[in-house]
């Protein structure tokens, strides 16, 4: 499975929209682009996952370059709800399991 | 309806002894994993099931540590001789066949002092 590489932490007002970079210059064709998140003394939680098109569910939007090699999560209207680690993974579909990176620590300000 | 549950919360123990921590997962999940997770570290996979058999133990880190699943629902990681480097929060994820997005339980906590 491909590395991901993640700032360690950012910072967000509340309201305005949280962009996330990720990554994974080492991603191979089959590879999937997956984000979870965990909230403090949670279990993580899925977010969204995508190929190589743009996907967007009710959580967040994930935005994917064109030569795949970084994508970045949107949650457009960040609330105190979602200050958070944030993972980045990269790993092939319907694989037995997740490699988590450190993550990203996001903390949503009022 | 009811998700991933991990017991005990918390376990605290002394060095040398056995755990068990236990895992009952989303019903009808045919994959189950686990993974651990120190202070300040992203989640680190163990081992992960599909239906009774153990799929990919590659995670294990060493013979103390083994985990079963007889009737293809409820999980028990053991652990054997507990050293405090096993300190940690042990988490538990399920899946549905064909679903590639994994839920997670709340975790065990725990301490070996």
């Known amino acids: 499975d491909a590395k991901t590489t993640q700032p360690t932490s950012m910072d967000c007002a509340e309201g305005r929209a949280a962009n996330l970079p990720c990554n994974h210059s080492?991603?191979?064709?089959?590879?999937?682009v997956y984000w979870y998140r965990q909230i403090h003394s949670q279990g993580p939680q899925y977010i969204i996952h995508g190929l190589k098109n743009n996907e967007t569910n009710e959580m967040a939007s994930l935005i994917i370059t064109e030569d795949r090699k970084s994508s970045t999560l949107i949650l457009p209207h960040a609330t105190l709800r979602d200050t958070a680690v944030y993972y980045c993974i990269s790993s092939s579909y319907n694989t037995d399991k997740l490699i988590f990176g450190t993550g990203t620590r996001l903390q949503v300000f009022p | 309806g009811a998700g991933v549950s991990q017991t005990p919360s918390n376990k605290v123990t002394e060095k040398g002894k056995y755990v068990e921590l236990r895992c009952d997962p989303i019903s009808g999940h045919t994959a189950l994993y686990w993974y651990r997770q120190s202070l300040g570290q992203g989640p680190e996979f163990l081992i992960y099931f599909q239906g009774t058999g153990a799929a990919d133990d590659s995670g294990l880190p060493n013979d103390r540590f083994f985990a079963v699943r007889p009737e293809g629902s409820v999980s028990t990681l053991k652990i054997q001789r507990t050293e405090r480097g096993d300190s940690a929060v042990y988490l538990c994820?399920?899946?549905?066949?064909?679903?590639?997005?994994?839920?997670f339980g709340p975790g065990t906590r725990l301490t070996v002092l």
């Open positions: 080492t991603i191979s064709g089959n590879e999937y």
């Open positions: 994820a399920s899946s549905p066949r064909g679903v590639d997005e994994q839920f």
